[in-house]
Nanobody
Framework: QVQLVESGGGLVQPGGSLRISCAASEFSLRDFSIGWFRQAPGKEREWVTC???????SYGDSVKGRFTISRDNAKDTVYLQMNSLKPEDTAVYYC?????????????????WGQGTQVTVSS
């Protein structure tokens, strides 16, 4: 059974940085597009960014220039580096697998989802 596991979330001060990771069991991420989404309390799920083979990336306007998605094929892990964090970035962050190329902001195109990792930006 495919399981995606996010890790690395936590509490960070405004202006700080955090890197979260996405790995999978019984599944290789390196062959697929991977997206990051987030959901804050009381708000709808928001697409953040995605990465496709061979390194195509796309970002939502709210994180462009601050967040960077990358993948380490040797570790079969996808990362989301988040810099200049703002309180409005506070949310549960989810990674998901998109079997299509290029990756998309449409959540319905994603097949597998992780359980999420909490990111809280607060002083």
């Amino acid at each position: 059974q495919v399981q995606l596991v996010e890790s690395g979330g936590g509490l960070v001060q405004p202006g700080g940085s955090l890197r979260i990771s996405c790995a999978a069991s019984e599944f290789s991420l390196r062959d697929f597009s991977i997206g990051w989404f987030r959901q804050a309390p009381g708000k709808e799920r928001e697409w953040v960014t995605c990465i496709s083979r061979p390194g195509y990336t796309s970002y939502g306007d709210s994180v462009k220039g601050r967040f960077t998605i990358s993948r380490d094929n040797a570790k079969d892990t996808v990362y989301l580096q988040m810099n200049s964090l703002k309180p409005e970035d506070t949310a549960v962050y989810y990674c998901a697998v998109d079997r299509t190329f290029p990756c998309t902001a449409q959540g319905t195109r994603y097949t597998y989802w992780g359980q999420g990792t909490q990111v809280t930006v607060s002083s």
